[in-house]
T-cell receptor
Framework: EPEVTQTPSHQVTQMGQEVILRCVPI?????FYWYRQILGQKVEFLVS????????KSEIFDDQFSVERPDGSNFTLKIRSTKLEDSAMYFC????????????FGPGTRLTVL | AQTVTQSQPEMSVQEAETVTLSCTYD???????LFWYKQPPSRQMILVIR??????QNATENRFSVNFQKAAKSFSLKISDSQLGDTAMYFC?????????FGTGTRLTIIP
């Protein structure tokens, strides 16, 4: 069964450094998403991406964040200058044309900012 | 803005029993989707079951079923014949347009 993959599984970085989190969505999906989950809290929406542009973003997704689909398969989240409070699990998700089928999540990248 | 409330932070049940997790939501929209996601200790988010708001029939996936009450804005998950592998956090989620709005989750423990 096709699945969303994410790399790395765990990233440790120093405050102020840039990080890029990578995702490979399910191949025939058209909508892509990033969510984050701070430990012990609920999952929060960051951004959605369709047709090579951002379709919706939350207040969390400020100028420090950017997304890109550099080729036909990868979908990346960049955090320009990490802060301690960026430490969280970051999930990539994708879905097909019909919203009813739901978003399929990757296994997540655990980001630790020191 | 939509909100999702899960009022049971933790629940536990004996193996093979049936358990119901509650979820309520608030929206002024008429067409939307509702989902239950499972998050085991590995922290992977796994889609369990989905419901379209315009469908009156409750969704069922094997041992998992929902009780969708649109007027009451309620969307509970029933797990029948619970198994040890059902131990996980369960998140209710509301979908409108592009984003999922999650509840705070219910930690379910299945006791052998």
């Amino acid at each position: 069964e096709p699945e969303v993959t994410q790399t790395p599984s765990h990233q440790v970085t120093q405050m102020g450094q840039e990080v890029i989190l990578r995702c490979v969505p399910i191949s025939n999906h058209l909508y892509f998403y990033w969510y984050r989950q701070i430990l012990g809290q609920k999952v929060e929406f960051l951004v959605s991406f369709y047709n090579n542009e951002i379709s919706e973003k939350s207040e969390i997704f400020d100028d420090q964040f950017s997304v890109e689909r550099p080729d036909g398969s990868n979908f990346t989240l960049k955090i320009r200058s990490t802060k301690l409070e960026d430490s969280a699990m970051y999930f990539c998700a994708s879905r097909g044309l019909a919203g009813v089928h739901g978003q399929y999540f990757g296994p997540g990248t655990r980001l630790t900012v020191l | 803005a939509q909100t999702v409330t899960q009022s049971q932070p933790e629940m536990s049940v004996q193996e093979a029993e049936t358990v119901t997790l509650s979820c309520t939501y608030d929206t002024s929209e008429n067409n939307y989707y509702l989902f239950w996601y499972k998050q085991p200790p590995s922290r992977q988010m796994i889609l369990v079951i989905r419901q379209e708001a315009y469908k009156q029939q409750n969704a069922t996936e094997n041992r998992f079923s929902v009780n969708f009450q649109k007027a009451a804005k309620s969307f509970s998950l029933k797990i029948s014949d619970s198994q040890l592998g059902d131990t996980a956090m369960y998140f209710c989620a509301f979908a409108l347009n592009e984003k999922l709005t999650f509840g705070t989750g219910t930690r379910l423990t299945i006791i052998p």
